[in-house]
Nanobody, 121 residues
Framework: QVQLVESGGGSVQAGESLRRSCAAS?????MAWFRQAPGKEREGVAA???????YYADYVQGRFTTSKDHAKITLYLQMNSLKPEDTAMYYC??????????????????WGQGTQVTVSS
């Protein structure tokens, strides 16, 4: 089992940036970012799977970057050029083994507490 502790997030204006962090209590887990807006299903944002391959959803490609610090067992999400439609609860997730379907919420058993990101126009 792994515990995930998230930090970062908050409220910004459109076009601004935010950085989120997710610290895991154990190493060698695939990790990912998801978000969920009110009334919508949870959707994948970015992920680093068990092979170390990085995936991005089309709607954040080119604006968001995820990276993993293996020494600190921490996943980061740099969010640039934020848009009002990026407003959602953002969650970190992890699992022992995740392959090519790394942006699917059903692949992950462990979840962080989530943090609200609000982007105003």
């Amino acid at each position: 089992q792994v515990q995930l502790v998230e930090s970062g997030g908050g409220s910004v204006q459109a076009g601004e940036s935010l950085r989120r962090s997710c610290a895991a209590s154990r190493s060698n887990y695939a990790m990912a970012w998801f978000r969920q807006a009110p009334g919508k299903e949870r959707e994948g944002v970015a992920a680093v799977n068990s092979w170390g391959t990085t995936y991005y959803a089309d709607y954040v490609q080119g604006r968001f970057t995820t990276s993993k610090d293996h020494a600190k067992i921490t996943l980061y999400l740099q969010m640039n050029s934020l848009k009002p439609e990026d407003t959602a609860m953002y969650y970190c997730a992890a699992d022992v083994w995740v392959g090519s379907t790394a942006l699917s919420p059903s692949e992950y058993a462990y979840w962080g507490q989530g943090t609200q990101v609000t982007v105003s126009s």
